[in-house]
Every structure is written in C-alpha cells, then in structure tokens.
C-alpha cells in the first residue's frame, strides 16, 4: 500500500534526528507528517499525510554516495506529487569543503531543471541566524561557537556563502536582510537578477521568525529549497496561507501507552549533551562507556547489558559513549576519526538492538549519528510524530517495526534543556 493521495511538501534529511527535528516543525505548523528511514518500500503502510520527511544517514559520508541516495529519495517524493523538495541539513551547516551540502543541492537542482535554490540553515527559535550571509550560534559567529570542535564537521568559517561555493559547481549569490525585509516579491527581484548572472544558489539572511515566512512564500514558488528546519517552518506556512494545505492541529493523543522498559543512549560529543549526561546522573543510574576499550576490541557492549540487566527493573538508565572534544581529538590522534566514529556508532548500536529484545519499548537517544546507527540496526522503516519534547525533539512512535510497538525521542546533540533525559521519559507513556 502507497500512500493514500498525493503529499503537498517533500523532503530529504541528511540525518535522522535533523528529520525528527523537520518533521516535529512541520506538525506544529498544521501539516499532518510522517517520517521514514530510508526511501520507502511501496508496501509500507503509511497514513494520508500532508508531509513525508525521507530521513537518510548521508551527511558525513563519502559525498558520491550520499547524492546518489538523495536523488533516489527525491524521486520516490516526485513520484508521490511533491511539487517541491527541501533538502534538509544541520541548522550549523555540518559540511566539510569536499561537500556534503553542495554536491547533494548541485545533484538535485540538476533533476529537477531548477534556475537557482534558495538556502539558509536560520532557525531563530533555536538561535541560528544568518545576517549577511554569516551564521550565527547564539549571539556569536559559527567559527567561534563551539562547532568549530565538531569531531566530524568542525566549522571554521562562518561565512556560508564561501562555504557553500567551495562544495558547489554552481556560483553562489546573497540574499541579505535589506532586500529579505522588503517582501517576497524583493526576493524574487532579486533571485532573477543573480540567475541572469549565471548563480545557482543563493544564501539568504534571516533573523525573526517573520523572515522565515517570506522565505517560505518564495521558495514554494520553487522546485528545491536547502536548509534547516526554519525553512520548513516557513514552507509549512506558506502551504497553510495560500490554501495548498488544510491545518491540521498538532494533537497530543499519542495512542495506546507502551509500557515496558526505558533506556537512554547518549554519542553526542556537545556540551549540551554532556550537561545534559551529568543532571541526569541525578535521577538515574549512569554508565559511561570507555572509548578505548571500544577500540581495543575490550567488550563494552557485554559490560553495558550486563550493567543494564541489572537496573531496568528498577527503573530508566543511560549509557553515554560521549565525551569532550579534548578527549575525543586525543583518541582520534591514536586510532583514526572515520575508526573512532564507526566503532562507537556500531557499539551503541549494538547495545541498543539487544536491550530491545529484553523488552525495552521506550528508547531516548541523543546524537545525529549514533541515532542514525541505533534506527538502522533496529530496522524501524517509519514514524508517526508526537508530542514535543523539546524544540526540535518530537516523540515518535514506530511504525512497521519488527520489534512491535515502540516509542523514541532522537535528539540532535545541541537540541533539548539541562534535563532532556527526564523531561522525554515523562512523555513517553
């Protein structure tokens, strides 16, 4: 079974809990959204929705790969009705020069014989700004942030149009605040000047949520937009004001409860996470993995159930791999980053599938790529969107997973408040 009637926006994440993100915005803007892992089969059952976010684990992989998934998403979307595609990327524009952001846009402009794309990762509401066409964490620059320690991407360039161009084939424009702020039709103005000088991609500024709604406006006229879930939220609007799309209320009936046991996986290396790791320490029993053992072939993952089996009874538990980014470019310098990374991200996959199987149905995990792992290795094909944990943070309800009924919050690592872990157990019943 297909989906039951033709969705009105498609997009692409290039992590899962960047789509756990998009997919909460759109919900909470009227828009009746699922999640999938992966393109999905033709066989999977899905609900009539108003939104289909693909989720793909693409973002830190070798960049061939990664566009050859995207196209494969964006046609399956196509095919579906989609008359326009978000490519949705971290709101810190995770990239390195090689790409991925710019061969993945180039690729699917190309499908889709777009003039120039609109991009901007701004999403105000969780403090990313671009002000002439420089991103901004908080109230400082991204270079300065603490994305500049990313242990795959860091950042050091806040400048997104040199970003972009040094990934991209296409040149790369500016749209800056001054011309956002005089209405959709100054953008548009301006998009057919920087097309008729050969650009194929445009940044453009935001600062206020109402910046988003412009945006939305200009891209819905448009095949392909690139950017975080701000410019979703946008899209979403625009959808809803032009009557493309019916609002839907964003409800809180979440079905029947789940029960079973409640565990949480932390692989995030941010300070939010850390923080977030030690309150925790508070309200439950945690272990912390010890990174080296994970690479000298030492069984954490044994050492972990175990620790685990012994607790769950009693109770919500988390097991964090995480740890500071001293720390993690020091195990780097002895085993190698993509070494480090495959086999913390393996490891807590591991950890996950068998605590699943002895019963725990309510998972947290906080980290783009150990959620990416953790989905993967469980086989879950699709998801519901719930409730809100926190922005961007949605709770999710499986849908055709083998292990039955499940719930699951996936945390992007900078996402959620001091207690995430608490406050996403007390809304997965």
Request: aromatic residues 4%; proline residues 4%.
């Amino acid at each position: 079974m297909t989906l039951a009637a033709k969705i009105s926006l498609g997009c692409i994440a290039d992590d899962y809990t960047g789509a756990s993100d998009l997919a909460n915005t759109l919900t909470r803007a009227g828009l009746r959204t699922v999640q999938t892992i992966g393109v999905p089969a033709d066989d999977l059952k899905l609900p009539e929705v108003d939104a289909v976010v693909v989720s793909l684990k693409s973002r830190s992989i070798e960049a061939g790969i990664a566009v050859s998934r995207s196209r494969a998403a964006e046609k399956w979307l196509r095919g579906r009705g989609a008359s326009h595609v978000l490519f949705k990327i971290c709101s810190t524009f995770d990239s390195t020069d090689a790409g991925n952001i710019g061969p993945v846009m180039d690729a699917l402009r190309a499908d889709c014989g777009e003039g120039v794309v609109l991009v901007t990762p701004a999403f105000p509401e969780t403090g990313r700004t671009v002000y002439q066409g420089n991103l901004f964490v908080g109230a400082v620059p991204l270079n300065e942030s603490p994305l500049k320690d990313h242990p795959l991407n860091p950042m050091h360039d806040s400048n997104l149009v040199r970003v972009l161009a040094r990934q991209s084939k296409t040149q790369i424009g500016l749209v800056d605040l001054a011309t956002l702020s005089r209405g959709a039709q100054a953008v548009q103005a301006r998009l057919a000047e920087l097309s008729g000088k050969g650009v194929g991609a445009a940044i453009i500024d935001a600062v206020f949520d109402r910046d988003l709604e412009t945006i939305g406006l200009v891209a819905a006229e448009h095949r392909l937009s690139v950017g975080a879930s701000g410019i979703g939220l946008g899209l979403a609007r625009a959808l809803v004001s032009t009557g493309k799309v019916k609002s839907a209320a964003a409800s809180s009936d979440q079905g029947a409860a789940v029960g079973g046991q409640v565990a949480c996986l932390a692989g995030s290396c941010s300070q939010a996470t850390l923080q977030q790791i030690a309150n925790a320490e508070r309200v439950m029993p945690v272990l912390r993995l010890d990174p080296d053992r994970i690479l000298t072939g030492a069984n954490e993952t044994q050492r972990a159930l175990d620790w685990a089996k012994e607790r769950l009874a009693q109770g919500p538990v988390l097991i964090a791999s995480s740890a500071t980014p001293a720390d993690v470019a020091a195990l780097q310098a002895r085993h190698g980053r993509d070494a480090v990374g495959h086999a913390i991200e393996q490891t807590m996959a591991d950890i996950a599938e068998n605590l699943v199987k002895s019963d725990v149905r309510r998972l947290v995990v906080a980290g783009g790529e150990t959620s990416g792992a953790v989905v993967d290795r469980l086989g879950i094909p699709g998801f519901l969107v719930g409730v809100e944990i926190a922005a961007g943070v949605p709770v999710l309800r499986a849908v055709g997973a083998a292990a039955g009924d499940m719930l699951l919050a996936l945390k992007s690592g900078n996402f959620g408040g001091p207690e995430f872990f608490a406050d996403a157990i007390g809304l997965m019943r």
